[in-house]
């Protein structure tokens, strides 16, 4: 069966599928899209964080807003568990939710996008005001051929903007980003925001403080600078989420204080760098799953760790069937940074577990048992790790996240890192 869908992808009926279904669903909801706001938001690493912060101060500061993404929908401060496990809808449930949203009359509404939607076409009939972008680092290889056909079905999302009939258009860039300046050279847009740590960006931040319960910066613009205070969205990668979330509210007219409010006031996302304090020991709860924003996170621990804080302890590991590449690559991040590492079971699902684990095996030069030890079995692993912790360790639970459920190689179950974190 599986070869079948493969081979049909690769036919030139596919696309007019893929077209003609969300032409249906469209007119089956009444093309809900038509009177709506629409916030794109596509990049590699951060998606889910930027949405759900640019969905706060929208709703904070303009009117009622909506978002869909992995972890959360939300529809103005209602939150709704996302149970698709997926970062973007099939047309059939996002028209239904767009449907939704103007019933509940919602003017804005943001999205994240996969590269898969947009190369699946899952956005036809949908015009949109707003691209962002952040980064594009490799991901998503096992289905695109390399990291510049990756980056080119990311730059559609700007290409559709500036092609359908909405009469502004907006886009935010990372100054930072090779990619990002060079779209914005190559690009037209009627407005537009950069920003990044350059002097030359148009929003950019000074003066980083990191600490294991805060992150402070000063964001500058237009000459002005404003002091920052985040709670919730540790280190130095979520100042650059925040940064987009900050321009996509100046592009759309909100006074820079009244975001700054907005962004001080938002709390934690389920699965990202999710922070929960336990008999003196400080767990982290993250969904970093790409070579970037694992070293994004352990970089981050690792220099709060030197301040007061005794070992940093990472239980992780790769999902099957997905991205085989990147394992090598973070396996040495996660070495060169983890005191302590255990390696377990992520969604193996049709991809041998053991398979998985053995694929590791050759790049391992720690003694077993000592500061490295294998425990397939997730459950068992975290049980683990709350075992030989000791007060005033740091340890991260990566890859899982905010999901629920673990695709095992024989069934889907019911599973949360966080549960299991807080089991006694």
Do not use: C
């Amino acid at each position: 069966m599986n070869k079948i869908k493969e081979f049909f992808k690769k036919t030139a009926l596919y696309p007019i599928y893929k077209k003609t279904r969300a032409s249906f669903f469209r007119f089956f909801y009444g093309n809900p899209q038509k009177d709506l706001f629409i916030v794109w938001v596509t990049w590699t690493d951060g998606k889910t964080t930027t949405v759900n912060l640019i969905q706060k101060i929208l709703n904070d500061n303009l009117w009622k807003t909506a978002s869909l993404s992995t972890a959360l929908i939300k529809v103005w401060d209602e939150i709704i568990e996302n149970p698709k496990k997926m970062t973007s809808f099939d047309p059939k449930d996002l028209f239904k939710y767009l449907a939704i949203f103007k019933s509940e009359w919602v003017k804005y509404v943001v999205l994240e996008v996969s590269s898969h939607w947009i190369d699946q076409f899952r956005f036809h009939w949908i015009d949109f005001d707003m691209a962002v972008l952040t980064n594009i680092s490799e991901e998503h290889l096992d289905y695109h051929k390399n990291i510049d056909e990756y980056a080119e079905v990311k730059k559609r999302l700007f290409l559709n903007v500036l092609s359908n009939d909405k009469p502004e258009k907006y886009w935010v860039l990372p100054k930072d980003d090779e990619r990002g300046r060079r779209w914005a050279e190559e690009l037209s847009f009627d407005k537009f925001l950069d920003y990044g740590i350059v002097s030359f960006a148009s929003v950019k931040w000074e003066n980083i403080v990191e600490d294991i319960s805060k992150t402070e910066f000063d964001v500058v613009y237009l000459w002005k600078s404003y002091h920052i205070t985040s709670n919730f969205l540790l280190g130095k990668h979520n100042v650059y989420n925040i940064l987009a979330a900050i321009s996509v509210g100046l592009l759309l007219g909100i006074p820079l204080e009244k975001i700054v409010k907005s962004v001080e006031s938002f709390e934690w996302l389920p699965g990202r760098l999710e922070k929960i304090e336990k008999d003196w020991k400080v767990f982290f709860v993250d969904f970093a799953h790409t070579p970037r924003a694992l070293e994004s996170v352990l970089n981050y621990l690792s220099q709060v760790k030197e301040k007061k804080w005794w070992r940093l302890i990472v239980l992780f590991w790769a999902p099957g069937e997905r991205d085989p590449y990147k394992r090598p690559l973070m396996w040495q991040i996660v070495d060169k940074f983890a005191d302590i590492i255990v390696l377990t079971d992520d969604d193996p699902a049709s991809e041998n577990r053991y398979d998985i684990i053995r694929d590791v095996m050759k790049w391992i030069n720690r003694k077993e048992w000592e500061d490295f030890y294998i425990i397939p079995e997730r459950k068992l692993a975290v049980k683990f790790v709350k075992e030989i912790s000791e007060s005033w360790d740091i340890i991260l639970l990566a890859w899982k996240g905010h999901e629920n459920v673990q695709l095992t190689n024989f069934w889907k179950r019911k599973y949360s890192d966080k549960e299991e974190l807080l089991k006694d």
